[in-house]
Structure formats: structure tokens, C-alpha cells
């Protein structure tokens, strides 16, 4: 798969005394919904290339669904019948049936969006009465989860697709200003592909999308698979959480600090555990940024490692106990500028 066109509640009762009574105070107000604009819009459509008329079935309705954020995931199920009859010849017939399942889901945290999400399933079945057909028939059947949203700070945007067998799997986001879009696209094609980019505050729209589908003159028979989605994160944050053993020696952060261009790692605060340890280095990007040993060991001592705003990094602490024995612990972490 090949990235292409890049450019640039809760409620609750609080009790209070008011006038010897005990009073109900309010519920707070829900939080407003993230995404203004978030639905599910399955499609079916049909295509001919040939002298042949149309006697198959009409096209299936495909009516919209709204999609609830941090709901249960959504379950999309199509059948669709393209058939069609050479002019002059009501032997040869074709016939193309293609077949979807699809689950969608969005979710969001904190007042901002974290991942839309379709993945699918699905097949591809053609007969031809004579064996082959002056009919060439496409028959397909998809879905694809339209959005909007409005963020008030950049935030990261990772649009990912993978896809098998016969069909189309796309992921894509627009800015309304109009200057740019970002999108990942395959038709045909096993194999899959991401991008991240960043947005810069402001109003955006786009969608996730599969199908299964393919033309075909002759006796067909395929399986189809694939998903794409898009994932936000707030600069600075994880790409990969901190894991590792040493962990129980080291404490690497749970974001980056932009503001201060780095990001501070901690010693445990645990005597007995600091005791076991000889020597702590630090590591960014796989080469050497700081090391503590004797006196500079101190339970809870901060360590901040510089970093470069503009790129991606990748922390690791790597702890020799005084037994001879070694443990690490690495995280990485999203750039905090484009």
C-alpha cells in the first residue's frame, strides 16, 4: 500500500445545607459531544462494461446511522447483486454478489478525539452461465464513517489502513480551510500503510472507509479483510508506554515536556530498591544522554534528558544491579513540533 496526495457523564446529586434543609444541588451539565458530525454510511453500486441490459435486483437500501462516540462499536452487514444479460444472447448472463461486515467505533478522551475506526470483512462471488460473459459486471459493497470535529490545540493524527482481496480501503482528514489533505488509499492490493501528521488547531473532516468489490466476466470467488483508522494523540505523548523491568528502578515519564524541550526521567523513591542498583544509564535515540552511579543515585532524583522538539524520540534507561545482572526500560514518545 502506497501513502499518496499528501499535502500540505456523568450526573450526580451534591448535597448542601442551605435554610436548615438538606437541598439537592443540580446535575452538572453533560459534556459536549467531541465530534459535531459523526455517522455511518454504508454504499452499494454496480457497474457494466458491455452490450448487456440490467435484469438483476434493484440496489439495496443504504440508510445513514448517527455513530456514538465511546458507544458500543457499530455493526454494518450488506449484501449487494449486480446481474446482467447480453443484448441479442439471454443465455449469457452475469452475475456479481459481493458481501460486507463491518464493525465501527469512535472514542474520544479529555474533550478531544482519539481514534475513529472501521474494520470489515467480506466477499466476492461471480458466475457467468456460459463460463465467460460479454458482460463485464462490478458489484460492491462497503461502508464508511464520516466525521467532524474541532480541536482548540495540534494534536497528532496517525491515519492507518490494511487491507486483502478484491476492494478499496482508504483513511483521509481535511482541514476546512481547504489548503491540504492527508490520505491513504489501496484498491486491489494486499498489504497495508500509515502516515502521522500534524494538525494545527482548527475545524476537520474526513472519513474511514472499506469495501469489497471487483469486475469480473467469469466464475469468481474471493475473500476480502481490512481496516483503516485514524488515531489522535497531543504532542509530546507516548507513542509506545514505558515498559521494561526496570522499571521498578526507574520511572520514565508519561509524556515529554514540550514547554522545556525534554523529558524527565525519575529514580525510584524506594530506599531498598535504590540500594540493589550500581548504575543507571540513560539513552535517547539508542545513544548515551546521561549516567548516575555512587552519590548521584539519590531515591527520587530527576533527570532530565533534552530533547529535540521537531523529532520523534525514543528514551531508554538501562539499570546494572549490583549482583551483575542488567535491566532496561524504554518508551517513545511524538514529536512536539512538525
Not at 30 to 52: M, N
Not at 76 to 103: K, R
Not at 229 to 246: C, E, Q
Request: positive net charge; glycine residues 10%; aromatic residues 6%.
Amino acid at each position: 500500500m502506497t501513502p499518496v496526495r499528501t499535502r500540505v457523564l456523568t450526573s450526580g446529586l451534591a448535597a448542601a445545607l442551605a435554610a436548615g434543609s438538606l437541598l439537592a444541588a443540580p446535575a452538572p451539565a453533560p459534556a459536549a459531544p467531541v465530534f459535531t458530525q459523526i455517522e455511518v454510511d454504508p454504499y452499494a453500486s454496480e457497474g457494466l462494461t458491455g452490450a448487456c441490459t440490467n435484469t438483476g435486483p434493484a440496489l439495496p437500501a443504504t440508510p445513514v446511522t448517527v455513530l456514538n462516540e465511546n458507544g458500543t462499536s457499530l455493526a454494518t452487514s450488506l449484501t449487494t447483486t449486480a446481474q446482467y444479460t447480453a443484448n441479442g444472447d439471454p443465455t449469457d448472463v452475469m452475475t456479481n454478489t459481493a458481501t460486507l461486515q463491518a464493525s465501527s467505533s469512535a472514542s474520544t478522551a479529555g474533550g478531544l478525539p482519539q481514534s475513529i475506526t472501521t474494520s470489515f470483512s467480506g466477499t466476492v462471488s461471480a458466475t457467468a452461465s456460459k463460463g465467460a460473459s460479454t458482460c463485464d459486471v462490478r458489484s460492491v459493497a462497503g461502508v464508511e464513517v464520516d466525521f467532524e470535529f474541532t480541536t482548540a490545540v495540534p494534536l497528532w493524527a496517525t491515519l492507518s489502513v490494511h487491507h486483502k482481496g478484491p476492494g478499496y480501503v482508504e483513511a483521509y482528514i481535511d482541514q476546512d480551510i481547504g489548503d491540504g489533505y492527508h490520505e491513504l488509499y489501496g484498491r486491489s492490493l494486499d498489504g497495508g500503510g500509515s502516515t502521522t501528521v500534524l494538525l494545527p488547531p482548527g475545524t476537520y473532516s474526513g472519513y474511514v472507509e472499506g469495501d469489497s468489490g471487483r469486475n469480473a466476466n467469469a466464475n469468481v470467488s474471493a475473500s476480502v479483510s481490512g481496516k483503516a483508522s485514524i488515531t489522535f494523540a497531543l504532542p509530546g505523548s507516548t507513542s509506545a508506554a514505558p515498559s521494561g523491568k526496570a522499571s521498578k528502578y526507574v520511572a520514565l515519564p508519561g509524556a515529554r515536556a514540550c514547554g522545556t524541550h525534554n523529558a524527565t526521567a525519575t529514580l525510584t523513591a524506594k530506599k531498598k530498591a535504590l540500594k540493589q542498583v550500581k548504575k543507571v544509564t540513560f539513552t535517547v535515540d539508542g545513544k548515551k544522554a546521561a549516567t548516575l552511579k555512587g552519590k548521584k543515585l539519590k531515591k527520587g532524583r530527576a533527570v532530565a534528558l533534552p530533547l529535540v522538539d521537531s523529532a520523534a524520540a525514543e528514551l531508554g534507561a538501562t539499570v546494572l544491579l549490583k549482583n551483575g545482572k542488567e535491566r532496561t526500560v524504554d518508551a517513545s514518545y511524538l514529536a512536539c513540533t512538525s
